[in-house]
């Protein structure tokens, strides 16, 4: 009998475990998020478009996420962003609190093997961007460059966060492919502090997307203080600048040009850890819901931002595809981006 009591009390104990386990699972992710905070990490500095769509869904964002989680944008700047993602990947918790506004020449980064690169792509979660991105190469009015052509006879300062981040790597494609002579200074926070630095005239030039442009600058579009003189990712129906990947002169110049610039289908994309799959999928549905609420979309309207998002799902086979980058084609474009 005492061994048919233990055995009981043993099934007792083992049913009470899986139902303890389930009451855990069905805990939730409402229950686990009610009463939290998710932190945006932030890699740049503040009034950059970053910076600005990382709030912008950092305001709305909280309401679609279960629980309805306290949703807090904090500034972590360094080497580019580089030092906010390596913080994500390797030193925040991995539970579904912390996302990150990523710069979205990270995965080619990774795929091409710069130095500074502690995370694996694949491995983050990404959840989504507003909408893709058109880099573009501005030149400030006083320089009287109008064109590539006009910048492949002239050198013409221009201004960049850090090596490795677009603002860097875009002149520096333009140099090697298209013959032109941007000097790039370095050091610069972010966009904002970069549109000071040409406003003073330390700078001639920078690399920005059209729908910043639009968003933070559209007194300069109006008044002809910059002139775009190309543009790469998607075409925009509203720009009149040649294409960077139609410029290239052979087909492997630009395969090149088409890794380097990868990141224009990813936007400004946001992204988290290796946190639990049903917080990560939470995640991604409150994103999605997010691109669709009127509150959401007035104010993105009114700042200028066109919504076209690029959700979670894809953004993840397209980090896949760019880490699937031929080794020699890696190597070819390594010497960009470092």
């Known amino acids: 009998m005492r061994n048919g009591h233990h055995g009981i009390k043993i099934a007792c104990g083992a049913v009470a475990l899986l139902l303890g386990a389930q009451g855990a699972q069905a805990q939730s992710v409402a229950e686990f998020y009610r009463g939290k905070t998710v932190n945006v990490y932030i890699g740049v500095g503040v009034g950059g478009e970053y910076d600005i769509q990382a709030r912008l869904v950092a305001r709305h964002i909280g309401k679609h996420i279960p629980g309805n989680p306290t949703v807090v944008p904090q500034n972590m700047t360094g080497a580019g962003g580089l030092r906010m993602i390596n913080y994500l990947y390797n030193v925040a918790p991995k539970d579904g609190t912390g996302i990150g506004m990523i710069a979205n020449a990270f995965p080619a980064m990774q795929a091409v093997g710069i130095q500074g690169v502690q995370f694996d792509a694949a491995q983050m979660q990404w959840l989504g961007s507003i909408a893709p991105a058109v880099e573009t190469m501005a030149v400030w009015h006083t320089t009287g460059v109008k064109s590539i052509d006009d910048a492949r006879k002239k050198e013409i300062v221009a201004g960049a966060s850090a090596r490795g981040a677009i603002t860097f790597i875009y002149p520096a494609m333009m140099n090697e492919f298209l013959g032109t002579k941007f000097k790039i200074v370095t050091g ?80 400004r994309p946001m992204a988290t850890n290796a946190a639990p799959a049903d917080r990560v999928a939470a995640l991604r549905a409150a994103f999605a819901a997010t691109m669709k609420d009127p509150e959401f979309v007035a104010e993105a309207t009114q700042l200028g931002f066109e919504i076209d998002p690029v959700l979670g799902e894809k953004m993840q086979k397209i980090v896949e595809k760019v880490l699937a980058t031929p080794r020699d084609v890696a190597a070819k474009a390594k010497t960009l981006m470092e």
């Open 188 to 267: 610069y926070p972010g966009g904002n502090q970069i549109n000071l630095a040409m406003e003073r005239g330390e700078v001639e030039a920078r690399n920005n997307t059209w729908s910043s442009w639009k968003a933070t600058k559209a007194d300069w579009l109006k008044e002809k203080k910059i002139t775009v003189i190309a543009q790469a990712g998607p075409r925009a129906p509203d720009l009149d600048a040649p294409s960077v990947e139609d410029a290239a002169r052979t087909p492997e110049e630009r395969q090149l040009i088409e890794l380097v610039a990868s990141g224009t289908q990813f936007g």
